[in-house]
């Protein structure tokens, strides 16, 4: 953990055999001779990418470590990061680099063991929904043993062991492939259980920012770019840009009156992956005058998402109170017991069907797991992962941070401009967006219909029109409920209209892609109220 520069002993007996091939293929080196020998380690970090960026907590310091090649990519990453030295942002999206995607858990111990884990599958593809297993689990919940005996399969998200699908059997282990693998009628009946009766599942390691303080609300209304909701007991989604005016980060905000468990307070949610970077970029930028103060409640609470057109009942079994659709409308938030375990609950759904987030502290999160499932037992409750959850959103048109929702593009472009207000005196970003609006748009976020049944469309691969590449896959799922292979992709504007067929190089079969409206599932959005 203390190793600075220093360079290990020579060895030349351990590459003789790479040396022999070298100088057979150029006799010149041989003639020349060996001169000096460096022998240094080669730096890895836990995911295999280096560290290119903002150090978090830090002002005006930016690092650039953990490249395997420094000389082979110092000049593309020096470049990207000069970038961000100079402008704050480079012309990509560098989170895959940022320093900010790792938490505290990603301690030396945990870093060797995923790199001897990296260095053994340095060559080997990396195929979707493969989740090696060095240095797992780190983090957990009281839950995840309970999961596991019910058959619960894990990804990891942010280091924690979440719910990917519940195996059919204890020896089912479908193969990696980049086509749909033998989960996919797994992940149907998940799916089909959430859309007929009602479903429960785990989202642990969601990022819980808590906001207190009397400038709590114009700290966010100058940090997000439309309107904040600021009324008691009622939550609303807003974005957050950089200086550039691109998407910065996306947040729900719930609005939570003065009782026993706190005074007036604002929680602030957002991806798992953003615990350290909306954190940092939150603290940034709070002026020496605000009454503001911030709070996380990442790791201290966990969320169970209760989905499904019975989850009212469910609910109401659950705990006490109203909560009828007149009583607790959609986009509600309260503070309430499930069974024994204090909880908040929010009406809110990523599945866009009635949905309820129940925010419980994590020594309460079994008691209020067998309340749930208890007053389920009547209604056929069942349990889904997050896999289930990744095809309902992609009907419902719902974009996933750095993902979809990228700091290459601004609210317009990616079809948020709803939530836009450029009346407000000023929010960060502003001017900028200013200038891009009277420019126009450079691409736009679009829904697509893939006409191939035997593979979902993968983040990065390339749109064309004849040769010229039209645009880039930032999402991919089988729409279980409306029966489609969809994506998302950034495409250039005159493609955007509804109907137009581009085509996408899947896994070697050149296929079509139609632009579909967006949440081809429910358009009008009115099973989730």
Excluded at 32 to 42: A, E, W
Excluded at 51 to 67: E, H
Excluded at 111 to 138: M, V
Excluded at 413 to 418: A, I, K, N, P
């Amino acid at each position: 953990p203390n190793f600075s520069n220093d360079l290990c002993p020579d060895d030349l007996e351990r590459v003789m055999d790479v040396l022999e091939g070298a100088f057979a293929r150029m006799p010149a080196l041989a003639d020349v001779g060996i001169k000096r020998v460096v022998n240094g380690p080669i730096t890895y970090t836990i995911d295999g990418a280096p560290l290119v960026g903002p150090i978090p907590g830090k002002r005006n310091a930016f690092c650039i470590i953990g490249l395997r090649a420094g000389l082979g990519e110092g000049g593309g990453h020096g470049w990207l990061l000069a970038q961000q030295i100079v402008h704050g942002e480079a012309c990509y999206d560098t989170w895959c680099l940022d320093p900010r995607r790792f938490g505290a858990h990603t301690n030396v111990e945990l870093t060797s063991l995923k790199a001897i884990e990296d260095y053994q599958n340095e060559f080997r593809f990396h195929f979707p929904h493969e989740h090696r297993p060095a240095g797992r689990p780190a983090k957990t919940t009281p839950l995840t043993p309970i999961l596991a005996a019910a058959g619960a399969e894990f990804t990891v998200v942010n280091g924690w062991e979440r719910v990917d699908h519940f195996k059919p059997s204890a020896d089912f282990h479908p193969r990696h492939t980049f086509d749909f693998d033998e989960s996919f009628d797994v992940i149907a009946k998940e799916v089909a259980l959430v859309q007929t009766k009602v479903g429960l599942t785990e989202v642990n390691g969601f990022n819980r920012i808590e906001i207190t303080g009397k400038d709590r609300h114009s700290f966010l209304d100058r940090m997000m770019c439309g309107r904040v909701q600021k009324r008691d007991g009622r939550v609303g989604l807003g974005y957050l840009l950089n200086h550039h005016g691109m998407i910065k980060a996306e947040a729900t905000i719930a609005n939570l009156p003065s009782s026993e468990r706190g005074d007036e307070r604002v929680w602030y949610g957002s991806a798992a992956a953003s615990e350290v970077h909306d954190m940092d970029w939150l603290r940034s930028h709070i002026l020496p005058e605000d009454d503001v103060h911030l709070r996380s409640l990442t790791n201290d609470q966990t969320i169970l998402v209760l989905a499904g057109p019975q989850a009212r009942d469910v609910l109401c079994k659950a705990a006490r109170g109203d909560w009828s659709n007149a009583a607790f409308p959609w986009l509600s938030v309260r503070e309430c017991f499930i069974g024994i375990a204090p909880a908040t609950v929010m009406s809110v759904s990523f599945s866009g069907e009635l949905a309820y987030e129940i925010h419980v502290p994590n020594a309460s999160l079994y008691a209020a797991y067998l309340a749930l499932t208890q007053a389920g037992t009547e209604f056929g409750l069942g349990l889904f992962g997050t896999r289930a959850v990744e095809a309902m959103r992609m009907e419902k048109g719902f974009l996933h941070w750095k993902s979809d929702l990228i700091t290459e593009f601004d609210p317009f472009e990616t079809g948020l401009g709803r939530f836009v207000n450029m009346n407000k005196d000023d929010f960060i970003g502003k001017p900028a967006l200013e200038r891009r609006i009277a420019e126009g748009v450079r691409k736009r976020l679009v829904s697509l219909e893939i006409e191939y049944r035997n593979a979902p469309a993968h983040s990065g691969a390339s749109l064309m029109q004849g040769d010229r590449v039209v645009g880039t896959i930032t999402s991919g799922a089988w729409g279980y409920r409306v029966g489609k292979n969809l994506a998302y992709a950034f495409i250039d504007p005159e493609l955007s209209e509804h109907g137009t067929v581009v085509t996408l190089d899947l896994c070697g079969n050149i296929v079509n892609a139609r632009v579909i409206a967006p949440a081809p599932y429910d358009p009008k959005f009115e099973l989730l109220r």
